[in-house]
């Protein structure tokens, strides 16, 4: 590949991360939580365990995906798939009024949504070869969420004339529109030699076999608790803080909008500076630079009496959601074996979806349990994926003092 032809790879790549996020943005934190919750009159709980099934399923997916990935080569293709999947139920949304019949459309939309991002990150590797990962990880993240903002300020016009529910079929254009040059362009690595047939038994044994090689990966696997944890919290904020701001803090729907953005803009530069501290600095320093960013911004999050405090928590939020990606993705390409790379990041995959089984389910059950408190009710909510990013801060001291060792 050459020079120009790897450049090309490498932003088509980048922009399917643009394009993915607008999906994120507009569907999971911010229209379809409001239209659930404020058109529909439904409880958080019905959002959250319709959120955690959906990610059960991708759970119990995505490590044979990732085993599959590294099996055949193949990754474009179920790319494809899935983001069409996640199109054409997106745009459905838009088309009903019914709450169940949503719901249903959001599960598999983000069941495709998520399951292709195995493929996405599967890809990582092989576009990046003559870059650093991390820059090339940062270039992705940090497009994304120039996509989320701009996603945002398209579809606006359409909910301010419509409502909510005109938001999905834009969104569900957009995402098609812009995944369509990592497409098209984004090709799989040449193995010089004819794939394998794919079979399932197979890919479950060898998934099966990396568990019973725990004590060989060591801090690999304790990366991904950790990583388990510190998601438990980010997803959950992604998926709620539209609906924290407007029933605790008092925002409208435009202040949301602003919010989200502020956070947004903030999540691309902390991506990019994030990723360029991950080359200079090292994943584990870049690592703690995250976690304290995470441990403030929820603080502020569960304390924020007025509006002007509660503007912080987006900044902070924002520049640590950039840099958990980001820091994560070099985390497990650099401790994982490279013919192995797929498969971890299956497993790193599943943790992720693991959380936002976890999370959401703990956010709806804390906020149902404490239905008659008022807006206490959220902050306690918040205070608990505090308390779950203190563990994983903990537990991240041991696997640093362990790798600084080795």
């Avoid at 801090?219 to 605790?248: C, E, G, P, Q, W």
Wanted: hydrophobic share 50%; with cysteine.
């Amino acid at each position: 590949m050459n020079q120009i032809s790897n450049r090309l790879a490498i932003f088509s790549w980048s922009l399917y991360d643009f394009a993915n996020t607008i999906f994120s943005m507009n569907v999971i934190s911010l229209y379809f939580a409001l239209w659930v919750t404020v058109d529909h009159d439904g409880q958080d709980i019905l959002y959250s365990t319709a959120l955690s099934l959906s990610m059960l399923a991708v759970a119990l997916s995505v490590p044979v995906f990732g085993a599959l990935s590294d099996t055949t080569g193949k990754r474009r293709v179920p790319l494809t798939a899935l983001t069409l999947l996640c199109v054409f139920c997106t745009g459905l949304i838009g088309t009903t009024d019914h709450l169940w019949t949503g719901l249903v459309l959001f599960m598999v939309a983000n069941y495709g949504y998520q399951s292709a991002l195995v493929f996405y990150n599967g890809m990582l590797p092989s576009i990046s070869r003559g870059s650093h990962v991390g820059l090339v990880s940062g270039y992705g993240v940090a497009l994304g969420y120039l996509g989320s903002i701009i996603g945002m300020l398209m579809v606006q016009p359409f909910v301010e004339s419509g409502g909510r529910s005109s938001a999905f079929l834009p969104t569900a254009g957009l995402l098609l529109f812009f995944s369509l040059p990592c497409f098209l362009l984004v090709k799989d690595p040449e193995t010089g030699r004819a794939a394998p047939p794919v079979r399932f038994k197979e890919a479950f044994n060898t998934l099966k076999q990396t568990f019973l090689r725990v004590r060989q990966y060591r801090s690999l696997f304790r990366f991904i608790l950790i990583h388990f944890l510190v998601l438990d919290a980010v997803n959950t904020i992604i998926a709620f803080m539209s609906v924290y701001a407007s029933k605790v803090i008092g925002f409208s729907g435009g202040q949301i909008t602003k919010f989200l953005i502020s956070s947004t803009v903030f999540a691309m530069i902390g991506s990019w500076v994030i990723g360029i501290l991950v080359k200079h600095k090292g994943i584990i320093w870049s690592y703690w630079l995250v976690l304290a960013l995470w441990i403030a911004s929820l603080s502020l999050a569960a304390i924020s009496q007025s509006e002007a405090l509660f503007w912080l928590v987006g900044p902070l939020a924002g520049v640590g959601m950039g840099g958990v990606w980001v820091v994560s993705r070099a985390f497990i390409i650099e401790l994982s074996p490279p013919e192995k790379v797929g498969e971890f990041f299956g497993l790193y995959g599943m943790a992720g979806k693991a959380a936002s089984i976890m999370g959401p389910l703990l956010w709806g059950g804390v906020v149902w349990a404490l239905d008659t408190t008022g807006t206490l009710k959220y902050r306690v909510a918040v205070t608990v994926l505090l308390g779950i990013v203190v563990v994983a801060a903990f537990l991240f001291r041991g696997l640093a003092r362990q790798i600084q060792h080795q």
